[in-house]
């Protein structure tokens, strides 16, 4: 396994991390879908030891992620072995009581919590985890004094900021001031990293390190889906309904899928490969972070780890997949 260190910070992450998603099950936040299937413990648990065992010692979780299920869950499996691992965890979509997830008495509960959740004293990297700060940012000045005031009193290692636009990307950088931007981005969505766009400049500018989740457009480009028999998803599985599952959208990826076994094999393992070293690619890129639910799921992600795309193989996929792009909803 590789490293890179996130930005300045000197915290030093695998470069196939792991995102914890999935660890807290099923669940809706102000009636929306926001989990994802149930995972059963001792398969999740499997999963770690070996991802741990074969060099991973980042973890991606948050506060919502089954309205702490996910920390809870995390925490349990890791045990003693909880303070020798990098473990970042997320603030802004669990409101609780509060009128808005950013003011900044919740934040500061909320990394309480988190910590108690996570059975630790200073949680790693502490993300604000999209970019609405309320109307006209009303809650961004106070949120941002909270989360550095959590920084300077030990509680917080470093800061990342989570956002889902480069204009949001944009307006929140020079005040919020993150050592790590995180976002969605893989093959068929490059808007953040890529040469030449404004984050990736403010990315190399500001010594800024991007975490990318979603690195495998959650299995569709591993070729896990068929156009013929779509994926059926239960209720308060965020993946419900969502275009990116229809058959037109699956028909569109099926022969870019076939291409890419064509050149670099059949298995699973080599299509996990090609989409995880395709962003690792980005020397901006400190860590992709797939979820995961079980062992097999870990070694199809793992099994690419030291074998990094050459310069050609990177320009074939990217000319491959050049105009296709993926619905976000």
């Not at 996570?118 to 700060?133: E, K, Q, S, T, V």
């Not at 490969?273 to 400190?286: E, G, I, S």
Request: aromatic residues 10%; charged residues 25%.
């Amino acid at each position: 396994m590789n490293y890179r260190t996130l930005g300045t910070t000197g915290i030093k992450v695998s470069e196939i991390s792991l995102g914890c998603w999935t660890l807290g099950g099923l669940n809706w936040v102000d009636g929306t879908p926001n989990g994802w299937a149930n995972v059963d413990e001792k398969e999740v648990a499997e999963a770690i030891d070996y991802a741990i065992d074969h060099g991973v010692n980042h973890f991606d979780n948050a506060d919502v992620y089954g309205n702490g299920r996910a920390e809870r869950m995390l925490a349990r499996i890791l045990g003693k072995r909880t303070k020798s691992v990098v473990i970042a965890t997320k603030v802004g979509w669990f409101k609780g009581t509060a009128e808005h997830a950013y003011d900044p008495l919740h934040i500061r509960h909320q990394c309480e919590q988190s910590l108690k959740n996570l059975r630790r004293d200073y949680i790693d990297l502490y993300y604000f985890h999209h970019g609405n700060f309320g109307e006209n940012d009303r809650y961004l000045d106070d949120a941002v004094e909270m989360i550095y005031r959590l920084k300077d009193g030990g509680k917080i290692r470093a800061i990342g900021q989570s956002a889902y636009s480069t204009e949001d990307f944009l307006r929140l950088l020079p005040r919020v001031k993150p050592d790590v931007l995180q976002s969605h981005e893989n093959i068929l969505d490059e808007r953040l990293v890529a040469d030449g766009t404004p984050v990736r400049r403010l990315l190399e500018e500001r010594k800024m390190s991007f975490v990318a989740f979603g690195p495998l457009e959650q299995g569709l480009l591993l070729g896990k889906y068929s156009s013929k028999n779509p994926p059926k998803f239960e209720p308060g599985d965020h993946r419900a309904n969502a275009q990116r599952f229809s058959p037109e959208n699956i028909a569109k990826l099926e022969p870019k899928i076939e291409r890419l076994r064509s050149r670099f094999g059949a298995g699973t393992e080599e299509l996990a490969r090609v989409a995880l070293q395709y962003m690792l690619h980005y020397q901006v890129v400190a860590a992709v972070i797939p979820g995961f639910r079980n062992l097999q799921q870990v070694k199809v992600n793992l099994r690419g780890a030291d074998r990094p795309l050459t310069d050609e193989e990177f320009n074939y996929v990217r000319s491959l997949f050049q105009n296709l792009s993926s619905p976000r909803q």
